[in-house]
């Protein structure tokens, strides 16, 4: 069984920054990428940064780009997402989750397990 466990959100203003962290256990974590999603309310989960198994590519949106930074560290299974420059606009509850393929993808349904989320709250 996978398990994802999200840390490090909170309420934060704009302009500020916030270190999200994705503890993994249960699949070998340095074989397979990982990603980043939100939700904010009424709106569909989007991609925002994605990385390889080896965290040598990674992938961001467009509308975080320059702003995030995604990273891994393979012996502590975990994932981070450093956000800076945060803008009310990022407000939502922020997903780790995994994929069965080693190269990092945009696409939600290429992830097959998802962590509970970790709010966000940008306030301005």
């Not at 959100?9 to 070998?28: E, I, Y």
């Not at 989007?46 to 995030?68: L, M």
Request: positive net charge; aromatic residues 12%.
């Amino acid at each position: 069984q996978v398990q994802l466990v999200e840390s490090g959100g909170g309420l934060v203003q704009a302009g500020g920054s916030l270190r999200l962290s994705c503890a993994a256990s249960g699949r070998t974590f340095s074989s397979y990428a990982m990603g980043w999603f939100r939700q904010a309310p009424g709106k569909e989960r989007e991609i925002v940064a994605a990385i390889s198994w080896s965290g040598g590519s990674t992938h961001y949106a467009d509308s975080v780009k320059d702003r995030c930074t995604i990273s891994r560290d393979n012996d502590k299974k975990t994932v981070y997402l450093q956000m800076n420059s945060l803008e009310p606009r990022g407000t939502a509850v922020y997903y780790c989750a995994t994929t069965k393929y080693r190269s990092f993808t945009p696409y939600k349904y290429e992830y097959d397990y998802w962590g509970q989320g970790t709010q966000v709250t940008v306030s301005t």
